[in-house]
């Protein structure tokens, strides 16, 4: 799971997000306090030096504290030096670019909220919720005179130099800070911290709920139109543990059977081309599918679809890449017996039988799950052969390998 959560200064992001984190039992990540510690690093390096630099820098986050190269610069990067530079480095493409790489590689394995100024609109594309949090900048700058607590310090003097930063945030030429279009508003000038957050937390739980909504609509469609019967509902694991479901295709409502009827949510792998159209797209990520592309190794997918079972949630996958009338044992790779070993997931095989004729049977059969022993070092061939028998299970034929 992937929180984005972007605004302009003085918004209150960083004590929000970090609350969130919190409530909801996943990792902060402080993209501030990163430009900060690279700030500390390259602070007295000439610029020439940066790459090589960067090169062999490492960040990481445990608890409330940031560690470079494995020293905990928690309290040095919120000096007034590192504060006063931070800005100017952070403009700087070859940092961005470094650090955007980098927060990528964190949010990749494992649930993060992340804030700042171009999380849902560069760094996590992909986020499956995304919000904008601002306030007119008014208030903005009264919580921060009120949070400096100097009198050396005017609230005018904090008003002006909010209004400079939020225009050179949304005019610079590296990631301006943007509302992307899938981004919620959140206006926090008439709530409080407690209220901002259990805002955003309602729209997660919404946003959870949303799948089990439009499957129980189009499940009651779905069972009545095309007259669904399922056989084999017994070999369906009860438990919570780790899933991939694996089917064969006929058609583009082949997902959607499954789904009207299974208990748990499915995250299907979807043909990149789906999610084309902004607003589909859109939809289908709100339900918890994800793109691949089929005419390669696509790693993000694979990536994606390695992390959904170490969720310990189902995945759902047509290894044949596309419909097909009849079994063609050729298609299929070595793909799903290596994402299902890789995790220790079983797989469950489904058969689908029909061509969703309205009021006309359409027979979905579960067959005995099957489970690789993760012991085993199997080839590259061997797995593609273990695939290739799981599909034979799925059409209820006679394994031919037998590695299984």
């Not at 004590?15 to 900060?36: F, H, P, Q």
């Not at 040095?76 to 504060?83: H, V």
């Not at 609230?155 to 209004?163: H, Q």
């Not at 993760?374 to 061997?382: L, R, T, V």
Request: glycine letters at 6%.
């Amino acid at each position: 799971m992937k929180i984005a959560i972007d605004g302009p200064a003085g918004s209150g992001k960083s004590s929000l997000a970090k609350e969130i984190a919190k409530s909801l039992g996943v990792l902060y990540v402080d993209t501030g306090a990163m430009y900060r510690a690279i700030t500390l690093k390259l602070l007295k390096e000439d610029e020439s030096s940066y790459e090589d630099i960067l090169k062999n820098t490492k960040i990481s986050f445990e608890g409330d504290k940031i560690f470079l190269d494995g020293r905990d610069v928690s309290k040095e990067i919120r000096e007034n030096e590192i504060s006063n530079k931070t800005s100017e480095m952070s403009k700087k493409k070859i940092i961005r670019d470094y650090l955007v790489k980098m927060q990528r590689e964190i949010a990749r394995d494992k649930d993060v909220v992340m804030e700042g100024r171009d999380i849902g609109s560069v760094v996590l594309k992909d986020a499956e919720y995304k919000f904008f949090l601002t306030a007119d900048v008014e208030t903005r700058a009264m919580r921060r005179y009120k949070q400096i607590d100097d009198d050396k310090v005017s609230f005018d003097e904090i008003l002006e130099d909010l209004k400079v930063r939020d225009y050179n945030d949304s005019h610079r030429e590296n990631s301006p800070l943007i509302q992307t279009e899938d981004a919620i508003l959140i206006d926090s000038t008439d709530l409080n911290a407690e209220e901002t957050i259990e805002k955003i937390i309602s729209y997660i739980k919404r946003w959870r709920m949303f799948y089990f909504t439009v499957r129980r609509i189009v499940g009651f469609f779905m069972r009545h139109i095309y007259r669904l019967e399922v056989h084999g509902r017994e070999n369906i694991p009860q438990d919570s543990e780790r899933l991939i479901i694996c089917g064969n295709h006929k058609s583009n409502l082949d997902p959607v059977a499954i789904s009207a009827i299974f208990q748990r949510q499915i995250f299907w792998m979807a043909k990149k081309e789906l999610f084309e159209n902004k607003f589909f797209g859109g939809f289908l990520t709100k339900l918890g599918a994800f793109p691949i592309d089929r005419e390669g190794n696509d790693l993000a997918a694979i990536k994606k679809s390695l992390k959904i079972l170490k969720n310990e949630d189902v995945l759902g996958i047509f290894p044949e890449g596309t419909r097909v009338k009849e079994a063609d044992y050729t298609r299929i790779k070595s793909g799903i017996a290596l994402i299902a070993q890789k995790t220790n997931s079983r797989v469950l095989p489904v058969y689908i039988e029909g061509d969703y004729k309205p009021f006309r049977k359409t027979r979905i059969y579960f067959r005995e799950p099957v489970k690789i022993n993760k012991e085993i070092k199997y080839s590259p061939g061997e797995l593609e052969n273990i695939s290739q028998d799981i599909m034979r299970i799925v059409y209820g034929d006679e394994v031919k390998w037998k590695l299984l």
